[in-house]
């Protein structure tokens, strides 16, 4: 069975960190593209992050530039997020998903999300 998975979400307070990852089964991600994507309570999805098959290109969503870093591991077949400096308005579901290259269309594998909630 092919999945992505979520995990490393929870509480953290403004100015804190916390490291998602997104890990691979039934699949190697080794010839994907890898985005982060978020959605807020009432809000559309929104992409964050994207890396590149061989990890040599990435983007962010300007609200997240210098304080996001997306990487990979492809021998550990995970997909990392590692976010600091997080504000209330980064509280969202984050959820991975999988394509051949950064512009998408994000298809096929998604995982179910992890939940982040930035707050004093």
């Known amino acids: 069975q092919l999945q992505l998975v979520e995990s490393g979400g929870g509480l953290v307070q403004p100015g804190g960190s916390l490291r998602l990852s997104c890990a691979a089964s039934?699949?190697?991600?080794?010839?994907?593209?890898i985005g982060w994507f978020r959605q807020a309570p009432g809000k559309e999805r929104e992409g964050v992050s994207c890396?590149?098959?061989?990890?040599?290109?990435?983007n962010y969503a300007d609200s997240v530039k210098g304080r996001f870093t997306i990487s990979r591991d492809n021998a550990k077949n995970t997909v990392y997020l590692q976010m600091n400096s997080l504000k209330p308005e980064d509280t969202a579901v984050y959820y991975c998903?999988?394509?051949?290259?950064?512009?998408?269309?994000?298809?096929?594998?998604w995982g179910k999300g992890t939940l982040v909630t930035v707050s004093s």
């Open positions: 890396i590149s098959s061989s990890g040599g290109s990435t």
């Open positions: 039934g699949f190697t991600l080794d010839y994907y593209a």
């Open positions: 998903a999988a394509d051949l290259d950064c512009s998408g269309p994000w298809g096929d594998y």
